[in-house]
């Protein structure tokens, strides 16, 4: 029950998260279209486990997450140094902490793309020690129904 109540909350956060990204018009450049690309293979891997319940089924599910850990990062990185370029761009004396804090704060939220990591932490919960990835003595595949 409990693992449900995971990948139903994780479910919803894909939807809410792709369709917020979608709303906010968040495809003007290839790495733009990175987080929606992992969102979508993620409804992808989650709808081939849950029809199919095979054990590579649900490694590729982990692999999603695994991106989407390292996509946060990675896009945090990414709006943190868009924001220092524009203010620079406005104000090309301006550095230190006031440099940081305005890029922290500036158009693009730096620290949203974080919230791909927490999904993905997320769907690594669901999958952590999950019956299906032990291995079955009687058929040696590892299989659960």
Do not use: C
Request: hydrophobic share 50%.
């Amino acid at each position: 029950m409990f693992r449900r109540l995971l990948l139903v909350i994780l479910a919803i956060g894909v939807l809410g998260t792709g369709s917020e990204l979608l709303l906010l018009g968040h495809i003007e450049d290839f790495e733009q279209w990175i987080p929606l690309i992992l969102l979508a293979a993620s409804l992808i891997t989650m709808g081939i486990w849950v029809t199919r319940r095979r054990r590579w089924s649900l490694r590729a599910f982990q692999v999603t997450m695994v991106l989407f850990v390292l996509a946060g990062p990675v896009g945090i990185w990414h709006h943190y140094e868009s924001n220092v370029e524009f203010e620079l761009e406005m104000t090309p004396t301006m550095s230190g902490f006031k440099l940081f804090s305005e890029a922290m704060t500036g158009a693009m939220p730096a620290l949203a793309p974080g919230a791909m990591t927490q999904l993905g932490l997320l769907g690594l919960l669901y999958a952590f020690r999950h019956p299906a990835l032990r291995p079955m003595a009687a058929t040696g595949e590892g299989e659960q129904p």
